[in-house]
């Protein structure tokens, strides 16, 4: 919920008992129900909308992503990751009319998308930061690929919390790049939530956890990546993946 509430104007108040009749409620469970939320707000019957979240459900990623569907985000397209993707957060802005109370709205760059939360900024994707998110984040690195080159990403050091290590792809002005994950390891999995790597700068972001079935080829819409690869749990994860200018 404080996520949600820091990208966009929805809030979220304890339950008035005597004068709320319309509420959501969050319930963890180990009846082996597995996730599950209503799509929007409840407005008949019990008028009670409800999350459930079964043993192995609690993650801040799935958490997450049920309450966007209580929302009423019917799909949050692609697998889910470990948090929201920028889609979805526009996608709650603009059902709730975030922006209605701006008198202008940034001009996000980069994939980003203007926050329900303030008027002049934006929410970036991986890599980009700033208002407008026209800065790189710190410890993204940018790669140069002038013909064809493999990239590693690798997350092998001591995990204390969520973590991810970005690299932006930049192909020459008026080209575009053809991405091909080549390896990902050593474990595989069959959530995207606990690790994976997610390749975005198309018209849909790619993301995948294992490379059983072989991941189809990604082409970008303009002329750079970004590659992200993430872990929310204590595993060493790698991926390379095979850059062609195209």
Same mark, same amino acid.
């Given at each position: 919920m404080a996520y949600w509430q820091s990208v966009s104007c929805v809030t979220f108040r304890p339950i008035d008992h005597i004068n709320d009749y319309e509420y959501l409620m969050v319930a963890a469970s180990a009846a082996g129900i597995g996730c599950y939320s209503n799509l929007g707000m409840i407005q008949e019957g019990s008028f009670i909308t409800n999350i459930k979240l079964d043993t192995g459900c609690d993650s801040f990623a799935i958490a997450a992503d049920m309450l966007s569907h209580s929302l009423g985000v019917y799909s949050t397209g692609g697998a889910i990751? *470990?948090?929201?993707? @920028? !889609?979805? @957060? !526009?996608?709650?802005?603009?059902?709730?009319?975030c922006s209605a109370s701006c008198s202008t709205k940034p001009a996000c760059l980069n994939g980003g998308t203007p926050s329900g939360k *303030?008027? !002049?900024?934006c929410v970036c994707p991986a890599g980009w930061s700033g208002a407008k998110c026209d800065e790189t984040s710190a410890g993204t690195q940018l790669v140069q690929v002038a013909d064809t080159? *493999?990239?590693?990403?690798?997350?092998t050091g001591a995990f204390t919390t969520a973590d991810e290590k970005v690299i932006i792809v930049q192909a020459p002005a008026g080209k575009k790049l053809q991405a091909t994950i080549k390896t990902f390891g050593p474990e595989c999995f069959t959530a995207c939530t606990i690790a994976g790597v997610q390749i975005s700068g198309s018209t849909t972001d790619k993301i995948i956890c294992s490379t059983s079935p072989t991941p189809s *080829?990604?082409?970008s819409t303009g002329n750079s990546l970004t590659l992200r690869l993430f872990r929310t749990a204590n595993y060493a994860v790698q991926a390379t993946v095979s850059l062609n200018v195209v």
């Open positions: 990751t *470990d948090k929201p993707s @920028i !889609a979805t @957060i !526009a996608k709650v802005n603009e059902m709730y009319k *303030d008027c !002049a900024s080159r *493999d990239v590693t990403l690798s997350l *080829d990604l082409v």
